[in-house]
């Protein structure tokens, strides 16, 4: 296992929910981390403050990740003040209910734009940072593989994911860096959630409970340290995928 105590990492999405507690966790190892946001500056530098209370350092940084041209702004910038990456955790993405009978091209689009090309495009613009190798995480979900009803452009989306994980993983092993995914199952609630699907989800969930941001955190810090891990999407679901 990998000490990360001076390691430079980058978490899409970091102002708010996973990706906060990701950053969080990852600048209490001793990373400096960059904390991206989309729309979220308060909180994206409240994440980048808390972090530098570590005694790390930490950067707060805007773009819209549907926009390419924003994202080699994003790694343009991340290159100038980090000078170089060691992790990625593409955490960023977006979560929305799309009934078959009523799916639009517009959703469609836009879920495998935030949660399947963004990833991609984020990979791409890291690899010449990671001049030593490095890790890369995405984070994906058992979505993918349980494929909920009512929600097929998610599902399909981050199963892409969770190919784009495996391909990258076999294309950048010979430069050191590895690729791997995260797959949380019930690790935050959205909000107004009905008390009776929850109910029925965690029957569903054989340790009959729900994970933890944190929990997901634990993870990506798990194969950002380990130097022997990659190609793998790293269950943290409480046996969901079982059931």
């Known amino acids: 296992m990998m ?3 001076g390691k430079s990492a980058l978490v899409t999405g970091a102002a ?16 400096n981390v960059v904390v991206h946001h989309g729309h979220s500056p308060k909180e994206a530098a409240e994440v980048a403050a808390q972090i530098r209370a570590a005694g790390v350092d930490a950067w707060d940084i805007q773009a819209d990740l549907a926009d390419p041209a924003a994202i080699d702004r994003l790694f343009t910038q991340a290159g100038k003040v980090a000078r ?23 959703q469609w689009d836009a879920m495998m734009i935030l949660n399947a090309r963004a990833p991609a495009l984020c990979i791409r613009h890291a ?24 929600y097929p452009a998610y599902c399909a989306s981050k199963a ?13 092993a010979g430069i050191g860096i590895r690729v791997n995914s995260v797959a949380p199952g019930v690790a935050m609630w959205q909000d107004g959630v009905d008390e009776d699907l929850r109910r029925r989800v965690l029957e569903q969930i054989p340790l009959h409970r729900e994970g933890t941001p944190e929990g997901i955190a634990e993870a990506v810090l798990f194969l950002a340290s380990h130097d022997y ?7 943290v679901d409480g046996g969901w995928h079982m059931g």
């Open 84 to 106: 170089r990456l060691d992790i990625l955790v593409n955490n960023a993405g977006v979560y929305e209910r799309t009934p078959l009978e009523t799916l639009t091209a517009d």
């Open 160 to 172: 892409a994911l969770i190919a784009l994980t495996k391909s990258a993983a076999k294309s950048l």
């Open 229 to 235: 891990i990659t190609g793998q999407n790293l269950r």
């Open 127 to 150: 690899v010449p940072l990671m001049t030593s190798g490095g890790a890369i995480i995405n984070i994906t979900d058992i979505a993918a593989e349980k494929a909920f009803a009512g």
């Open 16 to 31: 708010k929910r996973l990706g906060r507690a990701i950053a969080i966790a990852l600048g209490q190892a001793g990373c």
């Open 3 to 5: 000490n990360l105590k």
